[in-house]
């Protein structure tokens, strides 16, 4: 009989070789953590998009998505829903850490704050469909760093990002690599 813990464990570490990442019965590589841990955040924040701020706001028009949303008593911005849940970890965990930035953020608590956040942003933006991983040292420790590109895939991305008066670009379009989530974990 298999513990649950060591069902979710196999689990996981079956997952981690269906995606072509290298796993084995000790653990898996750091690469194939942060790429499960994006699936899952990217995936949340596709359904959040389409189930409730599309459905809701857009074709039933029961209710707005709003930035400023306490004051509006509208739905939150995907972004931001995105931002509350990785503030929610950071108070949890010290494993790991994620963030949705961007060399062109609206909010500047979003802008890249180390070499490695700012040359992995540079890197996905110059090479479209590909993410970026590395190794940095911060405060001591060493940290590997993932960072995935998050695409202007719909016209709403780009309208509400280039007429949004605090961004520093207004010239997305189509296709676009916006900005990127960084996932790292302490090695
Ligand atoms: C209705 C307006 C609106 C829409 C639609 C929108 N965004 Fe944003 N986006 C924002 C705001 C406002 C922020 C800043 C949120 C915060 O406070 O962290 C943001 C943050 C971001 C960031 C982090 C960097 C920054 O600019 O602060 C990225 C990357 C991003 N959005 C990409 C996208 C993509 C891709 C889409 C479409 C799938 C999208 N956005 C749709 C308004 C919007």
């Known amino acids: 009989m298999m513990t649950p813990m060591a069902k979710v464990k196999a689990l996981i570490v079956g997952a981690g070789v269906a995606l072509g990442g290298s796993a084995s019965a ?4 750091y690469e194939t953590v942060t790429d499960l841990l994006h699936l899952v955040m990217s995936s949340d924040r596709t359904v959040y998009t389409r189930m ?3 459905r809701l706001a857009v074709e039933e028009g029961v209710i707005k998505a709003s930035e400023h949303f306490e004051d509006d008593k509208a739905l939150v911005l ?3 829903m995105f931002r509350f849940g990785s503030e929610m970890v ?3 965990t010290d494993e790991f850490s994620y963030s949705l930035l961007s060399l062109w953020p ?3 608590q979003n802008a890249p704050t180390t070499p490695m956040e700012k040359e992995g942003l ?5 090479n479209p469909g590909e993410n970026f991983y590395g190794e940095e040292e911060l405060g001591g420790e060493t940290y590997f760093t993932a960072v995935y590109p998050d695409i202007a895939v719909a016209e709403a991305c780009w309208a509400c990002h280039n007429d949004h008066k605090d961004t520093p670009r207004t010239d997305f379009k189509a296709g676009d690599v916006m900005g990127g989530v960084v996932i ?3 090695m």
Do not use: S, T
């Open 52 to 54: 409730i701020v599309n």
């Open 184 to 186: 790292r974990i302490p």
């Open 78 to 80: 995907p972004a931001q």
């Open 122 to 126: 540079e890197y996905i933006a110059a």
């Open 90 to 92: 950071a108070e949890e």
């Open 26 to 29: 000790d653990g898996m590589d």
């Open 106 to 108: 609206i909010n500047k």
